[in-house]
Nanobody
Framework: QVQLVESGGGSVQAGGSLRLSCAAS????????IGWFRQAPGKEREGVAS????????RYADAAKGRFTISQDNAKNTVYLQMNSLKPEDTGIYYC??????????????????????WGQGTQVTVSS
């Protein structure tokens, strides 16, 4: 079993920044990647960014490219999502999730929620105009 805890959400004005943290514990040896998903009211959960933790292979959604950065601190078993130039459409609940599929699977299918078998509780991000 793997436990994931998100933190760092809050309310900011458009153009502001937030850094989200995802702390992993438990049997983390069984996971190969950690990603961030978000869900706005009435919308489907969507992948934002993900990192294959052995080697640092990274993927971003088009909406996140150039503004968001995913990174890891292996010593702390923590993955971060630095979010800059935030827009109102970034508002939603942000979840971190971990999965155990192969490095061959990851580059193409990283954004599929069914590829992640451990999920955090979520943290709210609100961006006002």
């Amino acid at each position: 079993q793997v436990q994931l805890v998100e933190s760092g959400g809050g309310s900011v004005q458009a153009g502001g920044s937030l850094r989200l943290s995802c702390a992993a514990s438990g049997y983390t040896y069984s996971t190969n990647y950690i990603g961030w998903f978000r869900q706005a009211p009435g919308k489907e959960r969507e992948g934002v960014a993900s990192i294959y933790t052995d080697g640092g292979l990274i993927r971003y959604a088009d909406a996140a490219k150039g503004r968001f950065t995913i990174s890891q601190d292996n010593a702390k078993n923590t993955v971060y999502l630095q979010m800059n130039s935030l827009k109102p459409e970034d508002t939603g609940i942000y979840y971190c999730a971990a999965g155990s599929r192969s490095s061959g699977w990851f580059p193409i299918f990283w954004s599929l929620a069914r590829g992640y078998n451990f999920w955090g509780q979520g943290t709210q991000v609100t961006v006002s105009s």
